[in-house]
């Protein structure tokens, strides 16, 4: 076990760990044949199979990209777990923490009420218990919160923003009570990170900058602490890539010193810094592909595409990387799924169609394959969003009837989301950003009065969304130029 803990957080580990993960599911397989009842030897042997399942593919921690080994792993503890007869808040402790550790990789691989009822459970054993005052378990109480918050923001559900607030207020107490450690910092850090995230999401602009800046803060300390921690370098790029996204839709709101943040160059040096540490980790290649996206976005929302695809590029190699180093596994499908339909809607927005046609028939396969695998919202929001970035394409080469029917697929995609989950927001704003373009088309298809009747209900929505928030840059310019463009398409009809 000091073994495989001192290598866990050596950079460059990658190899090391593989060769641990292999002889260490032979002992313990071994083991536990041997064990004859043994409780202690047994959850020792339990406590193994987590740290193996944490190596070989834990979403939450450096890992070896292979979640389906790592659930195995976790079952096997799981399984020991429930043959054991113990009360004391460590095992307590232990089995709350085995039912996240399941509850994650259910979570990544799309199975979400499965994982929803796991963190039901594991709240449920933490609750009004004996030993609920418990430090350790209290710790542990906090992470299911979390996750089982986490969980029910991708499930849509209104206990996404309740379940936050109890993680973090009780990760706050528990700061309180044990001394402000780093741990107690860093779970501090996480809750705050997780109701910024969500905040933002929710275009709660100001609730989200108020946690994401403190979440900033607090990494920054740690980072001070050590600055070859991997966990803390990766905690600080999450921090500056949530906020270069929400900077993406309120550029003005970033202070001086959030520039490199808002243009997405700090997540990507931090990005950077981290693969030179381990080349190899799947986890890092994932966090270089989504900084070079980010910085692609911003050159590309500034005008200069060109800059843009060759961010993506970028990205797409690291993509095509994550694939040679571990195959095929949802998390890389993701990626490379994002880095096709990104370079693809930069070189459409060059004017290089038929290029660009490449690329988005590559990802429309991994939705396809992602669809038919984990049919469900996350997959029709890939679906949608690769409709309208093809749409934009299409638009550039005014080739308008093409981009008139993409749009419209995209359109009704965030429709049929929106009467599913009718408590997302989200799914009406980005139907605003959508028929503001659409209208464009079918102007320049010199269909005025298509182009009239859809100006007219981007407007109708801007105006009913500006009673419940701020309205993003882009949503601004439509409300700015929405009715010139209608009175002059009125004077072509």
Known sequence: VQFHDAIARLPGSTAAQKMVVETGLQYYDTLVQEAHGNRDLLEEIARGYDRLGDVQGNPSAVNLGNPAAAMASYRKALAIRESVSDTSPQFLTERIQGDIRIAQIAGTEGRLPEAESILKQALALSANGPNAADYRVREATAGAYQTYAKVNCLLASGECIPGYRKFLDLATELARDHGNTPADRNLVRLGHYSLGVTYSVQHQVDAALQHLRAAVEVDKALNSLDANNTAYLRHLYEDYLALAGLFRNYPNLAEAGEMPIRNGEAPAELADRMLAMDALNINTLRDVVNAQIAVGDWARDHGDPAAGVAHYGKAMD???????????????????????????AGLGQTGQLEEALVHFRQAEEYVARDEKLKPGTNSAIARGNLEAEKAVAYAKKQVWAEAIASYNK???????????????????????????????????????SDAIQTMQMVLDDIREIATRRRVTAEEEQARKDGPGKIEAWKQKQ
């Open 318 to 344: 690291a993509a095509d990387r994550m694939l040679a180093v571990g195959g095929h596994s949802r998390l890389t499908d993701t990626c490379l799924r994002e880095a096709h339909a990104h370079l693809a």
């Open 410 to 448: 995209a359109i009704a995609v965030f429709v049929e989301l929106r009467k599913q989950h009718p408590e997302n927001e989200a799914f009406l704003d980005a139907q605003v950003s959508l028929r503001a373009e659409l209208a464009d088309c079918y102007a320049g298809n010199r269909q005025w």
